[in-house]
């Protein structure tokens, strides 16, 4: 038995002793970045025989097994970095790897702070960790320098007239683009806009230290020859805004300086009227979807908190099509006139009598104006004006005059009105039919008494 067990226990490491010797040793690798210090590289990936084994850990270290046979190519790569490349072979316990930052380009662009043309001829200066390095921008305003891939770097530019400039940049891992904006020492800027909607505005009058100094361009801006790190008392005109008056310290790094103005509350008139050129009492006054007021008696709505621009005016009364039209407000008291259109309906006008009969050829006024005569349906159609009284009158010989009052309403319910009407009753034809009767009986009588003349006695006289 002990035999056997020693036997087995031999054949176990004679198998172990093979599969490590098929597989190879155990290689560290370490990655680190080439420069004065040693830092580790994290995250880089190796490749062992093109195949991929792994990413460095955070101490920049991987293990690998080393061949059996020939050597293998080994390759390291991180973005950023240049690729490196070596080899491994069978008795290698340890590689140690160099990566070198890649090089980049970074351009710096400089322009003119007023004019934001390019500046060519501007020296600028790049001050790296390991090196410092000059350069003129070209005719574009361009100045490029190489830079490492996630390097530090300060620029410096400078040139006649124009005051230095002096920033930070990190060059990261790619290509990398800087604008630099120099200040003329001898110039300054004012940017007019507008208080509220922060847009630029053209043609607003610039006075410095009572003095006009010009007009702002389309850009809403103002150069001006001012000196720096001075206090000026600067006034700023417009139409439609309050105007700017105040003191401003232009300092020596100021590139511009921007005046928001205001605009001026305007007082504007809204007159309602109707189509017969009445006034209109109790109209609401929308602007811009919010109700404002109502007209008074007088049909006018008097505003004061209008400012210059383009508004949207609605008028609603129950009585008259809304109207809603857009209104310009530019000058003080401006009077924004608005004709209501009566609100009409269809109605149809039907004459009756008895129990619903249709009577035609009746006469149909309203308030007075002939409105047309009923048909064979005893009706009439008629387009009248929503609320609002009227006085509806229905004539025909034979009948009595009917006038009723109705108040046309949406809420009606009904496009229908009725009117009622009663056969009048003919005295005269009456009398004279009586007279007739009376006449004809008298004729009877005297015709059958000279039918039958009256007898004076019987038998023979004397």
Request: negative net charge.
């Amino acid at each position: 038995m002990q035999r056997c067990g020693g036997t087995l226990f031999i054949a176990i490491f004679i198998v172990l002793v093979m599969t490590v010797t098929s597989c190879g040793a155990v290689v560290m690798i370490q990655v680190v970045e080439k420069g004065e210090f040693v830092a580790p590289v994290q995250g880089a990936l190796v490749y062992s025989n093109g195949t991929p084994i792994g990413k460095t850990d955070e101490e920049g270290l991987i293990e690998a097994l080393s061949p059996t046979g020939d050597s293998v190519p080994l390759r390291v790569e991180k973005y950023g970095y240049d690729p490196w490349e070596g080899t491994i072979g069978p008795k290698t316990d340890e590689v140690f790897v160099e990566l070198q930052r890649a090089e980049l380009s970074l351009s710096v662009h400089l322009y003119d702070a007023d004019t934001m043309d390019p500046l060519a001829g501007v020296n600028v200066t790049l001050e790296g960790e390991e090196a410092t390095t000059s350069a003129l921008s070209d005719q574009n305003g361009t100045a490029v320098f190489p830079v490492q891939a996630r390097g530090s770097y300060r620029i410096k530019a400078g040139a006649e007239q124009y005051q230095p400039v002096s920033m930070e940049v990190e060059a990261g891992i790619a290509d990398k683009e800087v604008q630099v904006v120099l200040l003329r020492g001898d110039r300054f800027s004012i940017v007019v806009k507008d208080g509220e909607s922060g847009e630029t505005l053209q043609g607003a009058r610039v006075s410095v230290e009572g003095i006009e100094k010009g007009i702002s361009d389309a850009r809403g801006i103002l150069n001006l020859p001012l000196p720096r790190d001075k206090v000026y008392l600067i006034r700023v005109v417009m139409d439609g805004y309050q105007e700017y008056y105040g003191h401003q310290i232009v300092e020596s790094d100021t590139a511009f300086l921007t005046i928001p103005l205001i605009k001026a509350p305007f007082t504007v008139f809204i007159s309602v009227s109707n189509e017969d050129a009445d006034p209109v009492d109790g109209a609401l006054v929308l602007v811009n979807g919010t109700p404002v007021g109502s007209t008074g008696s007088n049909g006018r709505l008097v505003l004061t908190n209008l400012t210059a621009g383009l508004y949207q005016v609605e008028i609603q009364h129950p009585s008259y099509v809304p109207a809603q039209h857009a209104v310009i407000v530019a000058t003080q008291g401006e009077d924004i006139a608005t004709e209501l259109k009566y609100q009409q309906e269809n109605r149809t006008i039907k004459a009756v009598e008895g129990t619903g009969n249709a009577v035609t050829g009746v006469r149909i006024s309203l308030n007075g104006k002939e409105a047309g005569i009923t048909g064979d349906t005893g009706t009439i159609a008629v387009l009248l004006r929503m609320n609002q009284n009227y006085t509806i009158t229905a004539e025909k010989d034979g009948y009595h005059a009917v006038a009723i009052e109705r108040m046309i309403s949406a809420k009606d319910g009904t496009s229908l009105i009725s009117i009622p009407m009663e056969q009048d009753f003919n005295w005269l034809f009456l009398a004279v039919a009586g007279i007739g009767m009376i006449i004809i009986v008298v004729g009877i009588l005297v015709f059958r008494r000279r039918m039958h003349p009256r007898s004076h006695g019987k038998g023979g006289g004397l």
